[in-house]
């Protein structure tokens, strides 16, 4: 049979792309792609069938992918996405589909245009306790779900200080963009994808920019950020995500979930890889579930392989990347504005998006 043709630009987070295609007997990775030899080396000592390039444009003409994924710095996700996606690959795209709505919206023209497909690594709908959780959720285990709280906090985690993580221009935003839609997105998941209507967010600047000044480096992005989304069906989420918190721990992950007949909360266990669900059902409460004993089940790039040659949906798609792109760029509105926005009522063209 056939093997995929996989490739994979950008060898940081793209290294966890290239290990998932090799985890699946159906993929062949057959190019590699980063500016910093280095990297490559490393990507094809992993990938000895794979070639190693530094230009993605000469990996597309002699490697002739059937996917990509593009791990790159945000701002390289339009420009790189178009090329492959004109190439005639699918691409795999790294979190967020851009640094702007604006942007992501160009990347689906081409998609349309070219009849190839974007995927969204929004990597934490594939991890097996939030596939658990889906699950409950949509055997009606939780009823009418009302209300949503999560957080991803850091203690002194300023990605990669100094270079494009911190910069508005190529980044898009701070750690709201970067962790934050992670949680954001698996709420509205969990929720069943309730329609954001008003959103207030707010951002902090106060030990990023500071310090920058001290090191003399670029960052102009928020270090914290919270806020509060209401749903057209009466339902609320809180959220909170920040590089640089004062706290125990240096990552620390919350979620919980409210409805009308059961909840969950997902949190981390003494080992720091039990996940618990705390469940009820019609009123009657369930001792604690422990539903899974390991962070991760099959990566995205694993399952990706699979939907594309079953010709089965994928968990993430360019759609529930274009939505967070709207999220996230009303939240940073509102977070400038200082007061609530209505995508609705202000912005009902993004709203349709939604
Ligand atoms: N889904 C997740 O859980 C997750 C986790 C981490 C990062 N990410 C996303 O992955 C993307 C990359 O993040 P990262 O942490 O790996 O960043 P990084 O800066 O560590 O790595 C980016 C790599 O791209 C290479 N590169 C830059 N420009 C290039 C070009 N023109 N051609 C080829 N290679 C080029 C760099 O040399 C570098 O090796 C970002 O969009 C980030 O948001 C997602």
Redesign the pocket.
């Known amino acids: 049979m056939e093997k995929l043709r996989c490739a994979v630009?950008?060898?940081?987070?793209?290294m966890?792309h290239l290990r998932g295609y090799l985890d699946n007997s159906r993929a062949k990775v057959v190019g590699v792609?980063?500016?910093?030899e280095a990297?490559v080396a490393k990507g094809i000592a992993e990938a000895p069938e794979a070639k190693g390039f530094?230009?993605?444009v000469e990996m597309l003409k002699e490697c002739n992918p059937d996917v990509v994924s593009v791990?790159?710095?945000?701002f390289?996700?339009e420009p790189?996405t178009i090329a492959c996606l004109e190439a005639g690959a699918d691409v795999l795209c790294?979190?967020?589909m851009s640094t702007s709505l604006a942007s992501a919206l160009r990347m689906e023209q081409v998609a349309l245009k070219t009849g190839k497909r974007i995927f969204m690594?929004?990597?934490?709908r594939f991890t097996q306790e939030n596939n658990a959780a889906h699950e409950l959720m949509e055997s009606g285990a939780f009823g009418e779900v009302y209300h949503a709280y999560t957080e991803w906090t850091r203690r002194d985690w300023i990605?990669?200080f100094g270079?494009?993580?911190g910069q508005k221009e190529l980044s898009g935003g701070g750690p709201l963009l970067?962790i934050g839609i992670?949680k954001i997105d698996m709420a509205l998941w969990l929720m069943g994808r309730p329609k954001p209507v008003t959103v207030s967010g707010i951002t902090h600047y106060q030990r990023g920019v500071p310090r920058a000044k001290k090191e003399n480096v670029k960052f102009d992005v928020e270090d914290y950020a919270t806020g509060f989304v209401r749903f057209e069906n009466g339902a609320s989420l809180i959220f909170e995500a920040s590089w640089a918190g004062y706290q125990q721990t240096y990552s620390q992950q919350a979620f919980k979930l409210i409805g009308n007949k059961g909840g969950l909360e997902i949190a981390e266990g003494k080992n720091g890889l039990d996940y618990i669900y705390n469940h009820e059902v019609n009123g009657v409460p369930l001792a604690s579930r422990l539903v899974c004993d390991k962070m991760h089940g099959a990566s995205s790039t694993e399952s990706l392989v699979d939907c594309i040659l079953d010709d089965k949906p994928f968990r993430a798609n360019m759609e529930d990347g274009i939505r967070m792109q709207v999220i996230l760029e009303a939240l940073y509105e509102s977070a400038a504005r200082g007061k609530e926005v209505n995508i609705k009522e202000e912005f009902p063209t993004a709203f349709a998006l939604l």
């Open positions: 630009i950008g060898l940081g987070m793209g966890g792609v980063d500016l910093d990297k530094s230009d993605y791990a790159l710095p945000n390289l996700h790189v790294e979190k967020p690594n929004l990597s934490q990605p990669g270079g494009w993580f970067d992670h």
